[in-house]
């Protein structure tokens, strides 16, 4: 079975401030893939990134990074300077190989992130 | 080009009553899952289809049913409507099962 945590419910910055989110998951599968989801206010869930169990590498999109580690089974998603737009609930989220897991987009239950002026 | 587009936006029904919802996915695109958002339970996986076929379905009663037509367009059916149905139902479409997922706004559902 697969699971994904984040032990993070809810944290609040304030602006300027760097933040890190983080997620661990479980799964049995060698081949699976991690994303993670930002929900604003108006619902509709956004990509951010996307990340298969055989690229270890880290990755840096402007102000948003990702570490991937496969030895402690994590995924943590870090905000530099952070800003008052990028509050909103971040979803951590894993999908696995296999004819039972096709489609099966597991999340975690989300880290609410409130970022103050 | 247009995103995923779901309908209604909000409905509001009662207790034993059934609904459909309606999501038109990305055009290309071949696989339309569905989730369930609940404060208590969070984000979970109904069903996916992928060119009219369901590969895969999620651990819900057998209230809840979907179906995808040929031009990959979806919808999901839930009869027999009990107060623990109010969610906040998502449809994503994707290339395939392992890409990322675009997201409708979602259905907003109460039941009275």
């Known amino acids: 079975a697969q699971k994904v945590t984040q032990a993070q419910t809810e944290i609040s910055v304030v602006e300027k401030e760097d933040v890190t989110l983080d997620c661990v998951y479980e799964?049995?599968?060698?081949?699976?893939?991690l994303f993670w989801y930002k929900q604003p206010p108006s619902g509709e869930l956004v990509f951010l990134i996307r990340r298969n169990s055989f690229d270890e590498q880290n990755e840096i999109s402007g102000r948003y990074s990702w570490n991937f580690q496969k030895s402690t089974s994590s995924f943590n998603f870090t905000i530099t300077a952070s800003q008052v737009v990028d509050s909103a609930v971040y979803f951590c989220?894993?999908?696995?190989?296999?004819?039972?897991?096709?489609?099966?987009?597991?999340f975690g239950q989300g880290t609410t992130l409130q970022v103050k002026p | 080009k247009a995103g995923v587009t779901q309908t209604p936006r909000y409905l509001i029904k009662t207790r034993g009553q059934q609904v459909t919802l309606s999501c038109s996915p990305i055009?290309?695109?071949?696989?339309v899952s569905w989730y369930q958002q609940t404060p208590g339970q969070g984000l979970q996986f109904l069903f996916e289809?992928?060119?009219?076929?369901?590969?895969n379905k999620g651990n819900f009663p057998g209230r809840f049913s979907g179906r995808q037509f040929s031009n990959s367009r979806s919808e999901m059916n839930v009869s027999t409507l009990e107060l623990g149905d109010s969610a906040l139902y998502l449809c994503?479409?994707?290339?395939?099962?392992?890409?990322?997922?675009?997201f409708g706004s979602g259905t907003q559902l109460s039941v009275l």
């Open positions: 994503a479409s994707s290339w395939n099962w392992n890409e990322k997922l675009f």
């Open positions: 055009s290309g695109h071949r696989s």
């Open positions: 289809y992928f060119s009219e076929t369901q590969r």
């Open positions: 989220a894993l999908i696995a190989h296999g004819s039972s897991n096709t489609g099966k987009l597991i």
């Open positions: 799964t049995r599968d060698t081949t699976y893939y």
